[in-house]
């Protein structure tokens, strides 16, 4: 039997166009990217291999292109989507995390406070936007999950077919 939601909420509307938007900055993002080393190369951009974290940024934006679509129609695997793709960036996050610390240069002796203080900074900024990525995420799944729970929608209501 098929579920159906009365009505749309507006910040489930509002995560519909933020779920598209991230996906649309992704991509033209990446194809600047593209256009800006080859024009400074002045050569054919080599195609390297893709990385697994790559790859798994690359899944959570068409998991996140697909739970936008599934939430605008209000159905339940909007969360199953919103959910994978959580894990996801949870998994990437705690991949990336020791990377992104270990190339970053060594601080510099206190003696230098304004530098001390601007890499300190950098990298607190940097860890809480990480951090702060991840807690809206959470947040987004959190709120799908309960606007398309099973009590939220209404039984649809089958024709009564005529007796002959």
């Given at each position: 039997?098929?579920?159906?939601?009365?009505k749309r909420p507006?910040?489930?509307?509002?995560?519909?166009?933020?779920?598209?938007?991230?996906?649309?900055?992704?991509?033209?993002?990446?194809?600047?990217?593209?256009?800006?080393?080859?024009?400074?190369?002045?050569?054919?951009?080599?195609?390297?291999?893709?990385?697994?974290?790559?790859?798994?940024?690359?899944?959570?934006?068409?998991?996140?292109?697909?739970?936008?679509?599934?939430?605008?129609?209000?159905?339940?695997?909007?969360?199953?989507?919103?959910?994978?793709?959580?894990?996801?960036?949870?998994?990437?996050?705690?991949?990336?995390?020791?990377?992104?610390?270990?190339?970053?240069?060594?601080?510099?002796?206190?003696?230098?406070?304004?530098?001390?203080?601007?890499?300190?900074?950098?990298?607190?900024?940097?860890?809480?936007?990480?951090?702060?990525?991840?807690?809206?995420?959470?947040?987004?799944?959190?709120?799908?999950?309960?606007?398309?729970?099973?009590?939220?929608?209404?039984?649809?209501?089958?024709?009564?077919?005529?007796?002959?």
């Amino acid at each position: 039997m098929t579920h159906v939601c009365t009505k749309r909420p507006l910040l489930a509307t509002i995560i519909c166009f933020y779920e598209v938007f991230v996906v649309v900055l992704v991509i033209a993002c990446y194809f600047l990217q593209l256009h800006l080393a080859s024009s400074i190369t002045h050569a054919a951009v080599s195609h390297h291999p893709m990385s697994l974290l790559a790859a798994v940024s690359w899944l959570g934006y068409l998991l996140a292109l697909a739970a936008a679509i599934t939430l605008w129609k209000m159905q339940r695997s909007a969360f199953y989507l919103l959910a994978a793709r959580f894990g996801l960036s949870l998994v990437s996050f705690l991949i990336a995390l020791p990377h992104l610390f270990a190339h970053w240069p060594a601080l510099p002796p206190k003696s230098d406070g304004a530098i001390y203080l601007t890499l300190i900074a950098i990298r607190c900024a940097t860890g809480a936007l990480f951090v702060g990525g991840l807690v809206l995420s959470a947040a987004i799944v959190w709120y799908v999950y309960g606007i398309t729970s099973p009590k939220n929608f209404l039984p649809t209501v089958s024709e009564p077919t005529p007796s002959a």
